[in-house]
Every structure is written in structure tokens, then in C-alpha cells.
């Protein structure tokens, strides 16, 4: 019997051993949505029984500790040494322009100025440290994810030796992996990922969108640049750099809801897996959790509004006539709390305004529970019963930056959102009607609650296709068969130029052709009907 069992345990362990993977997760430590969206990958594979090492290099000190792995043990963390320390690039020093800044295709590439800079500082950090790469290549990993956002993680793979990659986005596809991975680059009828514009464009919003797109493979390519010449001053000269490796990457995982996103053709290997960020099933109630403030909060009035930007917009450096404006509009609306997101203790400005409460953070996964924990009490009477428990994320409605235009745009088309534009956030009229049309308006929850039901009901869940495609591709990959053959050709022969120079000459040649006959025949009669007329 003993010996039966120890058999048992004997096989169990080698089942395990030979399918769990060794998994490296690059994320440098930055802006919380993409930390938190790659934390959520490792924590999926950590959680199907892999070991997963996430390895997060420090480009912001001041997020040095927001890592948001939960499950995942084998955290490496690459501190900035002495050299990256004395050039303390900071993105919130430049963040407060883009309040106020219009996101164009003449400036767009300013939305990329400090993370250049900190990008190129990092990879230099990151192949400075020689002992922390030893220790990584001794562990052996199967696979490797990454988001080229930057592209130093790629080439650390290609340096580990690590075969098997897949790429990440923790925002739509980033317009250069376009090109770059051989996708359709079709402008005319999605917006590109900065892009202001909606599905529905004109001359001009298809000329924008066309220039968007110019500039942002010039801006992240430049970028990408600086970056492989840092990794080959390392690496050496030879050293393949990002337009090989991006490439490479046996598959792409986008963080985008195929039922709710613009419609676009893509590559097989790009995988939409959005919706990952958020996990229904171990989101806990505001007291379960032990957030009784909020809850109290909530109690106050029937109605809630969270007024929250994002993590880089900070709202404390929003400039004051916004500010009062707002304040304003809350007040037009006595029967709704309105919970701002709001950074600093400096909230003197807001005095007398009694439906307003300031919170440093939101536990935002709580509170959409309680709102679709509402949702479950169908009956109106109900409703009052347990108070109208009502959420706007705001920072979706007013975009102020990088992809949060087009993610307006795209809940707009669902009609769960109005969307303004972020000069509105100084229009008292246009700003209390939105608020008034949204708390009362109830197509808006009715739509809403219809997309949350989509994303929760989705066919095959998020977490199911990364775990799914990550084990095959450590089974059977890497796949170069699935990238396209074109990008070897020359953009003349890949987008068809050469043939459609080839139809013109081929139409206009007959009509060249009768065109020298004809005046063949014209100067011949000409020729003998002149010496007549004389
Ligand atoms: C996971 O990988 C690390 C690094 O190679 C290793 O030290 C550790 O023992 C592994 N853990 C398991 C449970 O296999
Ligand atoms: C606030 O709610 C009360 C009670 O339901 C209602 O009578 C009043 O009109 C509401 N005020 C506004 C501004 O909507």
C-alpha cells in the first residue's frame, strides 16, 4: 500500500514537472494599467500551477512599490543603480500639460517624451547588471512575455535564450506592431490607438487619423531605436533588433473585447484576451473587503459618481477653473455623491460643497461589485429599498490621454457613455447636462449593464485563452510559419504599388497607342492636302 502510494505521488510529480512551465514576465515597474495588466498574466499562469518569475525593472521610483502580482512569488525586482539615478526622468513632471493639450497628429509625439528617455535609461540599467542576468539564464525559462511598449525585454530573451516569446498589449495594438508584425495597416476604418477620431470619419478625420498613425511609427520607432542601440552597445553590434524580434514573438496578446472593440482585420496570431483585467469571481463585496468607509459613503444619497482619471492624469494638477467648474456641477446635483479621486490633502478649494468626498484611492474592483451586485435586483421597488447605487468612471467620458480617446469612443458607440472633450471640463452648461443626462437617462445603466453581461458571459474566458495558448506555445512553439511573408517585401510590392502602376500603364497604353495613330494619320493627310491648297 505504502509503496502503491509513494508510486502514485512518484507519477503525480512527474506529470507536474513535465508540464508546468518556466515562465519570465518582463514588466518594468511604470504606469499602474499596464504593471496591473501584465501582474494579471503572471497571476493567471502562476494560479494554473506554472512557475512564473516577474521580473520588473524600476523606471519610476515613486512606483517602486505598486507591483500588483498577488499570487506570484518569484518577484526580481531590477533597482535603478547610482548611474540611471542621477538622470531621474519622472513622468507626473510633464503629465499636467495634457489637461489642457489637445492629442494631435502635429504634438502627439510628446506623449512619448519621458518614457524615450526613461526607456533608454532602463535597458541600459537593466544590461549593466550582469548578475542579474547570470541568475536569470541559470533558471532556464521555457517562455517569455513581454510588452513592446519598449523593447528591451526581447532582446533580454533573445540574450537568455529564451525561444518561445509572446508579446503583450496592455492597450489596444499599438499602431508600430502594425507594420511590424506584418498586420493590416488599415486606416480608413478604425481609429488608431491615439487617435481622437471614431469609426465614422471624413476627409479630414481619415486624413488625421492617417497622420496619427505617421507619426506614431516615427515616434515609438525612434524610441525603439535608442533602445536597440543601448542593448548593442552591451550586446554587440550584430545583436537583431526590434524589427526581428517583435516579430518573432510566437503570439500577441491584446488587451481588447473582440464584442465591444472597432472591428478590424488582424493576424491569427493576435489573440484578444480583454476582459482579464477583471476577475468576477474573486471580486469581494466593500465590506467582505473591509472598506466600510465606502460603504458608508455610498449610503449617503441614492445616486454615486466616482470621478477618477486614471492613474498618470493626476486630478490634483488640473488646472483651478476646471476645478471650480466642477464643484459647480456637483452641487447642481444634490441627490448624487460624487467621490473624486483626488491626490493630494490641499482640497481647501472645495469647502461648503457637502455631496463631495476626496478618497487618495478607489478600490474600484469593490465598488463596480456592489454596483453589479445591484444589478441583480431587477425590480424597481427593490432599488429603493437598497438605494440607486450608480457608477460613472469618468476618466472614460472626458479623455485626456494617450489611448483614452478611442476607449470613449468605443463604450460611446455602445451608448453607455457621452463623451466630452476635456476643454468641457471648463463649460458649466455642457458638463452639468452630461452629468444630469447620465444619472438620469436610464439607457445609459441599461447598456452598460449589457456590456458588463457581454464581458462576464464572454465564450471562452480570458484567463481560459491565456493559459490555453501559453501552454501550447511552450508544447509546440516557436511559430515563425505564422508570420507573413510580406514582411520581407519592400512596402512598394506589399501594398500593391507595383501593380497598380502596372494597371495604369496597362489602361492608358491602348489609348496611347490610338493616340499616335491618330495623329500619324492626321499629320499624313495634313502632309498631302497642304501642297494642294497652295
Ligand atoms: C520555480 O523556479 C525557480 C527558479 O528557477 C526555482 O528556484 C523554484 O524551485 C521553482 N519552483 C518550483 C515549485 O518548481
Ligand atoms: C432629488 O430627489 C428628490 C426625492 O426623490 C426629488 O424630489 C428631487 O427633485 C431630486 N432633485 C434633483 C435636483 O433631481
Request: charged fraction near 25%; charge should be neutral; glycine fraction near 4%.
Amino acid at each position: 500500500m505504502r509503496k502503491f502510494s509513494f508510486f502514485i505521488i512518484f507519477a503525480l510529480l512527474l506529470i507536474s514537472s513535465s508540464t508546468s512551465l518556466k515562465i519570465l514576465v518582463y514588466s518594468p515597474l511604470y504606469a499602474a494599467s499596464h504593471t496591473n495588466f501584465m501582474a494579471r498574466l503572471a497571476d493567471t499562469l502562476t494560479e494554473s500551477g506554472h512557475n512564473v518569475t516577474f521580473f520588473t525593472p524600476i523606471i519610476d521610483e515613486t512606483r517602486k512599490n505598486q507591483l500588483g502580482v498577488k499570487l506570484t512569488k518569484n518577484v526580481i525586482k531590477l533597482e535603478q543603480d547610482s548611474k540611471m539615478k542621477e538622470k531621474d526622468v519622472k513622468i507626473d513632471d510633464m503629465m499636467s500639460i495634457f489637461w489642457t493639450m489637445d492629442v494631435t497628429s502635429k504634438n502627439g509625439h510628446r506623449i512619448l517624451e519621458t518614457l524615450h528617455q526613461q526607456a533608454v535609461l532602463t535597458c541600459d540599467n537593466l544590461f549593466r547588471s550582469k548578475e542579474i542576468i547570470e541568475k536569470l539564464r541559470e533558471n532556464q525559462y521555457d517562455i517569455g512575455l513581454a510588452e513592446p511598449l519598449m523593447t528591451c525585454g526581447l532582446a533580454l530573451f533573445r540574450h537568455l535564450n529564451i525561444e518561445k516569446t509572446i508579446i503583450t498589449s496592455s492597450c489596444v495594438n499599438y499602431d508600430i506592431l502594425l507594420p511590424t508584425l506584418g498586420e493590416p495597416v488599415d486606416t480608413s476604418y478604425w481609429p488608431t490607438m491615439n487617435s481622437q477620431v471614431t469609426e465614422k470619419m471624413d476627409f479630414s478625420d481619415r486624413l488625421e487619423n492617417f497622420e496619427m498613425l505617421n507619426l506614431m511609427l516615427k515616434t515609438f520607432g525612434s524610441m525603439f531605436d535608442d533602445e536597440a542601440k543601448t542593448y548593442r552597445s552591451h550586446l554587440g553590434p550584430n545583436f537583431p533588433d526590434w524589427k526581428t524580434l517583435i516579430p518573432e514573438a510566437s503570439l500577441h496578446f491584446v488587451n481588447s473585447i473582440p464584442f465591444i472593440d472597432f472591428p478590424r482585420p488582424h493576424l491569427q496570431k493576435t489573440i484578444g484576451i480583454g476582459g482579464i483585467s477583471v476577475d468576477f469571481e474573486s471580486v469581494q463585496s466593500l465590506e467582505s473587503s473591509g472598506n466600510l468607509e465606502f460603504s458608508k459613503i455610498l449610503e449617503k444619497r441614492p445616486k454615486n459618481m466616482l470621478i477618477s482619471f486614471g492613474t498618470l492624469a493626476k486630478s490634483s494638477t488640473m488646472p483651478e477653473n476646471f476645478k471650480k467648474n466642477l464643484l459647480e456641477v456637483f452641487k447642481s446635483q444634490p441627490n448624487c455623491t460624487f467621490i473624486w479621486k483626488y491626490e493630494s490633502d490641499d482640497v481647501e478649494f472645495a469647502e461648503g460643497v457637502e455631496n463631495l468626498e476626496f478618497v487618495k484611492w478607489a478600490p474600484q474592483m469593490e465598488l463596480l461589485s456592489e454596483f453589479w451586485n445591484f444589478q441583480k435586483l431587477t425590480h424597481p421597488e427593490n432599488w429603493k429599498n437598497k438605494k440607486l447605487r450608480f457608477f460613472e468612471f469618468l476618466g472614460e467620458r472626458i479623455p485626456i490621454f494617450a489611448d483614452q480617446s478611442r476607449n470613449a469612443n468605443m463604450l460611446a458607440r455602445h451608448g453607455m457613455s457621452i463623451v466630452l472633450h476635456k476643454k468641457d471640463l471648463g463649460n458649466f452648461e455642457k458638463l452639468r447636462e452630461a452629468f444630469s443626462e447620465t444619472l438620469n437617462n436610464e439607457n445609459y445603466r441599461k447598456n452598460a449593464e449589457k456590456i458588463a453581461e457581454i464581458v462576464k458571459n464572454q465564450p471562452i474566458k480570458p484567463k481560459d485563452l491565456v493559459v490555453k495558448y501559453v501552454e501550447f506555445v511552450g508544447k509546440f512553439g516557436p511559430f515563425p510559419q505564422m508570420s507573413p511573408h510580406s514582411l520581407k517585401m519592400s512596402d512598394f510590392q506589399r501594398y500593391n504599388y507595383d501593380i497598380y502602376i502596372y494597371k495604369f500603364l496597362v489602361f492608358i497604353f491602348p489609348i496611347f497607342v490610338i493616340l499616335v495613330i491618330f495623329r500619324f494619320f492626321k499629320s499624313y493627310f495634313s502632309v498631302k492636302i497642304v501642297p494642294k491648297n497652295k
